[in-house]
């Protein structure tokens, strides 16, 4: 118990200092708050993040807080993964390749009272990372301008949240989440001539709360068969956040600062999930999510020769997701045969962009992965599980750059029975 006390804190520790990294090199993460993360847990990556509808006792499943109350009371849930990953970049007959390795979530999960269970723990929430430039000859006398585009960071949340079980069928949660990180990106042009060479810098730095609410009703249809019923509401609300943009000509060491006040702005989310199990080996979990981005401001610069910075509308717009997964185990109970008892998982999704480029909706994402959930022995348990899944994204919109994401994931969750008594005979 020591041991896995102290593995999990330095987990906590690896995850907040993994909020400055960043898990992509989409260009595409430089619009909006960044590339929104995938807040699953790895039993649900091998689902391609399904996960609503799931009611288990043996994890923790932040993406509907009402499921809290199905964890196991004897046990204590302790779940952290990683992941690394290898995009190719598209546009015409130019291709490259870029890596990332981030350390993602760390979760905890326990029964704090009858029917009432709890959780906590570290999720990501969003990633700012790139940098690629763009050349354009203008003429003999102003030569060649050269853009150069960088971003970096991102916004993680830790929340703590519970779930309770109102009668045989209804339970509900929250997850209350504190939001924060920082995000820069920075434009620079030069050129070959004389011309000016502009600098401009965007910082928006986030500290607020998220609230995520979340509800499940578990129907046995027979002896075999239960339907589940989730739905999360997420609340919107301004972040209180100041973003800034500092326009710096630097042959004239000159410097404009415009500020944008309470800018940055969380949407009203939606989801609903239906998850069918069949004799404890078979769960389907079929999910929708709407966010609402096109009723928020965003802050930009005006299209004209001013060029003030302040907010705009009609640069987001509502996302929509649709997720489907599959976990099958053959018999989770088989003490002779260990393949029996690993859980196989596949899953699909569909998700549309929540942000405009030039005035063009930006790229659709197609996603299919696949997994495994091996179980961990030792001499007193085979609960804990090694999850282990691949994941393929592709994002792509005519007249932009393609990009496929090929991903793996590794998540550990050790599901221990610390509140179990003990006898000696």
């Given at each position: 118990?020591?041991?896995?006390i102290t593995?999990?804190c330095?987990a906590?520790l690896?995850a907040?200092g993994a909020?400055a990294?960043s898990?992509?090199?989409?260009?595409y993460s430089q619009?909006g708050?960044g590339l929104?993360?995938?807040?699953?847990?790895?039993f649900?990556?091998?689902?391609?993040?399904?996960?609503i509808?799931?009611?288990?006792?043996?994890?923790?499943n932040?993406?509907?807080?009402a499921?809290?109350?199905a964890v196991?009371?004897?046990?204590?849930?302790?779940?952290?993964?990683?992941?690394?990953?290898?995009t190719?970049?598209?546009?015409?007959a130019?291709s490259i390749?870029?890596?990332?390795t981030?350390?993602?979530?760390a979760v905890?999960s326990f029964?704090?009272f009858?029917?009432?269970?709890?959780?906590?723990?570290?999720l990501?929430?969003?990633?700012?990372g790139?940098k690629?430039q763009?050349?354009?000859?203008?003429?003999?006398?102003n030569?060649?301008?050269?853009?150069?585009?960088?971003g970096s960071g991102?916004?993680?949340q830790?929340?703590?949240?519970?779930?309770?079980?109102?009668?045989r069928?209804?339970s509900?949660g929250?997850?209350?989440s504190?939001?924060?990180?920082?995000?820069?990106?920075?434009?620079?042009t030069?050129?070959?001539t004389?011309i000016?060479?502009?600098?401009?810098?965007?910082k928006?730095?986030v500290?607020s709360y998220?609230v995520?609410?979340?509800?499940q009703?578990?129907?046995?249809?027979?002896a075999k068969?239960?339907?589940?019923?989730?739905a999360?509401l997420?609340?919107?609300?301004?972040l209180?956040?100041?973003?800034?943009?500092?326009?710096i000509?630097i042959n004239a060491a000159d410097t404009t600062t415009f500020q944008?006040e309470n800018?940055l702005?969380?949407?009203?989310?939606y989801?609903v999930?239906l998850a069918?199990s069949?004799d404890?080996?078979?769960?389907?979990?079929?999910?929708f999510t709407?966010q609402?981005w096109?009723?928020i401001?965003?802050?930009?610069?005006s299209?004209?020769t001013n060029?003030?910075?302040?907010l705009?509308s009609?640069?987001?717009?509502?996302?929509?997701?649709?997720?489907?997964?599959?976990?099958?185990?053959?018999?989770e109970t088989d003490?002779?045969?260990?393949?029996?008892r690993?859980?196989y998982r596949?899953?699909?999704g569909?998700a549309?962009p929540?942000?405009?480029i030039?005035g063009k909706?930006?790229p659709k994402?197609?996603?299919?992965?696949?997994?495994?959930?091996i179980p961990?022995q030792?001499v007193?348990?085979n609960?804990?599980?090694l999850n282990?899944?691949?994941?393929?994204?592709r994002t792509?919109a005519?007249?932009?750059?393609?990009?496929?994401t090929?991903?793996?994931?590794?998540?550990?969750?050790f599901?221990?029975?610390?509140f179990a008594?003990w006898?000696?005979?």
């Amino acid at each position: 118990m020591k041991k896995i006390i102290t593995c999990n804190c330095m987990a906590f520790l690896l995850a907040l200092g993994a909020q400055a990294q960043s898990g992509t090199n989409s260009p595409y993460s430089q619009y909006g708050i960044g590339l929104l993360s995938d807040a699953s847990q790895g039993f649900s990556r091998g689902m391609n993040g399904a996960g609503i509808g799931l009611r288990k006792g043996n994890i923790a499943n932040t993406l509907n807080p009402a499921s809290y109350s199905a964890v196991d009371s004897l046990t204590m849930i302790f779940d952290m993964g990683v992941s690394g990953q290898i995009t190719n970049f598209k546009e015409g007959a130019t291709s490259i390749n870029a890596r990332n390795t981030n350390f993602e979530y760390a979760v905890g999960s326990f029964r704090l009272f009858p029917k009432v269970g709890m959780s906590f723990g570290i999720l990501p929430f969003s990633n700012v990372g790139y940098k690629y430039q763009s050349s354009s000859y203008l003429d003999s006398a102003n030569g060649t301008i050269t853009k150069t585009y960088n971003g970096s960071g991102g916004y993680r949340q830790a929340f703590i949240g519970a779930g309770w079980l109102l009668g045989r069928h209804l339970s509900i949660g929250a997850n209350v989440s504190y939001l924060w990180g920082t995000t820069e990106r920075t434009i620079q042009t030069s050129s070959t001539t004389s011309i000016n060479s502009l600098k401009k810098d965007y910082k928006a730095t986030v500290s607020s709360y998220k609230v995520d609410l979340g509800m499940q009703w578990q129907q046995r249809l027979n002896a075999k068969n239960t339907l589940t019923l989730g739905a999360t509401l997420g609340l919107g609300h301004k972040l209180g956040a100041t973003p800034t943009c500092e326009i710096i000509n630097i042959n004239a060491a000159d410097t404009t600062t415009f500020q944008v006040e309470n800018g940055l702005a969380l949407p009203v989310s939606y989801g609903v999930g239906l998850a069918l199990s069949h004799d404890s080996k078979l769960i389907i979990d079929a999910d929708f999510t709407l966010q609402k981005w096109g009723k928020i401001d965003f802050p930009a610069e005006s299209a004209g020769t001013n060029g003030d910075y302040a907010l705009r509308s009609g640069l987001l717009k509502d996302r929509y997701q649709v997720k489907i997964g599959v976990d099958y185990v053959p018999n989770e109970t088989d003490v002779r045969k260990f393949l029996n008892r690993i859980h196989y998982r596949c899953g699909i999704g569909y998700a549309t962009p929540y942000y405009y480029i030039n005035g063009k909706e930006g790229p659709k994402e197609l996603s299919a992965s696949a997994g495994f959930g091996i179980p961990l022995q030792n001499v007193y348990n085979n609960r804990s599980v090694l999850n282990i899944s691949a994941q393929w994204t592709r994002t792509a919109a005519t007249g932009m750059i393609k990009e496929n994401t090929f991903r793996i994931n590794i998540g550990l969750t050790f599901n221990e029975r610390w509140f179990a008594k003990w006898k000696i005979e």
